[in-house]
């Protein structure tokens, strides 16, 4: 029959399909404008190092100014912020001591007041008046006894106010000793306790401070100008107990020189006028002869 003869090769050959050309990578493909050219390479960005809290950061050129300008400006605005926080507690503070002021005005105006109610009921003889009249013997001595207690009430109300402003006056003081202190031990080169007692010392004792009012006014400022007045106080000293120069021997007066007269020339000599260097050769040639 046709076709049964086919070589079997031919008939069992594989089929074998072309698989499909795979699309270049992407990301090698170069990138093309709008108008079809080729895109050029972004040039590499600059870079630089720097220190930020500590650690080492690497970022392009002018991103530090710009770190460094936003850290100066976060500081100063906290910085701006802790002195209003400061100005508004120091506000309250005042506001606080003008109130407790006003108080203790009102309480020692009341004692005022109880103080001469009470002393209508100092010369009372209680038996005489309960014996004339009972009742208004007993109100009288109720109205005495409510004036005693109300005194003490405003009496204690004015020692709690004394007591807590001596608190607060005596923990404001020593902040600010504290505060005094990291100064002089920062700022002033050199600073000792020993240092410290000569400057108190000076205060005192050359100044006329007394300590409670010295302790009362110090802060940095005013530790500083101590200092430097003890520094110029000491230098005075120190001047006026230096040894002075030994005395120096007086000045000789100068020798005075005067010129002697040239004696006059012997001989021949051609100094002489013509006429006497004439008479002298003639004499000369009349001792020869």
Known sequence: MAGENEPIAEAEAPIVQ???N???DE???PELNEDGTEKEPAPEEDLEEFDWNGKKIVGPKGLKDGVLMQADYTRKTQEVAAKARELEDRAKHIEQQSKASEEEMTARAAIISIDSD?????????DAWEAQDLFAAQAGFRKFQQLKEARGQVTSFLGEKQKARTEQTQQETAKRLQETRQYAEKEIKGWSPELDSKITDFATKELGFDWNTLKGAYNPA????????HIGHA???KQSTAPKPTGQPAPQPLTKITARANPP???LDDRLSAEEWMKRRNAQLAKRG
């Open 18 to 20: 072309e698989e499909p």
């Open 118 to 126: 009470l002393k209508s009921y100092e010369n009372v003889d209680w």
């Open 235 to 237: 230098a005075l000293q």
């Open 265 to 267: 020339p012997t001989g």
């Open 27 to 29: 990301l090698d493909a």
């Open 222 to 229: 005013v530790y500083r100008t101590l200092y430097l007045a």
């Open 22 to 24: 795979e699309p270049a």
